[in-house]
T-cell receptor, first 118, second 111 residues
Framework: EPEVTQTPSHQVTQMGQEVILRCVPI?????FYWYRQILGQKVEFLVS????????KSEIFDDQFSVERPDGSNFTLKIRSTKLEDSAMYFC????????????????FGDGTRLSIL | GENVEQHPSTLSVQEGDSAVIKCTYS??????FPWYKQELGKGPQLIID?????GEKKDQRIAVTLNKTAKHFSLHITETQPEDSAVYFC??????????FGKGTHLIIQP
């Protein structure tokens, strides 16, 4: 069964440094998402991406965050200047249709990247 | 925006018994309700979903019910097995792209 793959599985970064989290969505999927899960808390939506642009973003997704699809397979989340409170699991997800449109298709998640800010 | 509440936070059942996890949502425009299972060190895995045009959906030992009037939906797992032990999340979605998740239920299956 096709999977969403994320790298690295664990990233340790000094506060103030830039970090890039990488995702390879399922190959025929068109919509891509980033979520985060702070330890012991809910999974929270960050951003959705379609046709090489941001579709929607939450209030968490501020100016320090950016997303990009640099080639035909990768989807990245960049945090420009990391803060201690950015420590969390970051999940990438993909779907064939846009959530909230076309009947709400299932979102498939990767296993996440654990980001630790020191 | 949407708010999803999930109960209980921890549920311990004897192997072979049934488990029920309940969620409520606030936005009457929500029309898609997936359930995810998360095992340690893994991402959320979709186990079942329901859309607002049906009241119940079943897949082997797993079923989900939806009450649109009361704005609540439930996950039912029958004949629980040790491999059902995990954290289960409900979620809701309407016109927005992102899923709104509940806080999760840690299901423990006692042998």
């Amino acid at each position: 069964e096709p999977e969403v793959t994320q790298t690295p599985s664990h990233q340790v970064t000094q506060m103030g440094q830039e970090v890039i989290l990488r995702c390879v969505p399922i190959s025929n999927h068109l919509y891509f998402y980033w979520y985060r899960q702070i330890l012991g808390q809910k999974v929270e939506f960050l951003v959705s991406f379609y046709n090489n642009e941001i579709s929607e973003k939450s209030e968490i997704f501020d100016d320090q965050f950016s997303v990009e699809r640099p080639d035909g397979s990768n989807f990245t989340l960049k945090i420009r200047s990391t803060k201690l409170e950015d420590s969390a699991m970051y999940f990438c997800a993909s779907t064939t249709f846009r959530q909230g449109r076309a009947g709400n298709q299932p979102q498939h998640f990767g296993d996440g990247t654990r980001l630790s800010i020191l | 925006g949407e708010n999803v509440e999930q109960h209980p936070s921890t549920l311990s059942v004897q192997e072979g018994d049934s488990a029920v996890i309940k969620c409520t949502y606030s936005d009457s425009a929500s029309n898609y309700f997936p359930w995810y299972k998360q095992e340690l060190g893994k991402g959320p895995q979709l186990i079942i979903d329901i859309r607002s045009n049906v009241g119940e959906k079943k897949d082997q030992r797993i079923a989900v019910t939806l009450n649109k009037t009361a704005k609540h939906f439930s996950l039912h797992i029958t004949e629980t097995q040790p491999e059902d032990s995990a954290v289960y999340f409900c979620a809701a979605s309407g016109g927005a792209d992102g899923l709104t998740f509940g806080k999760g239920t840690h299901l423990i299956i006692q042998p």
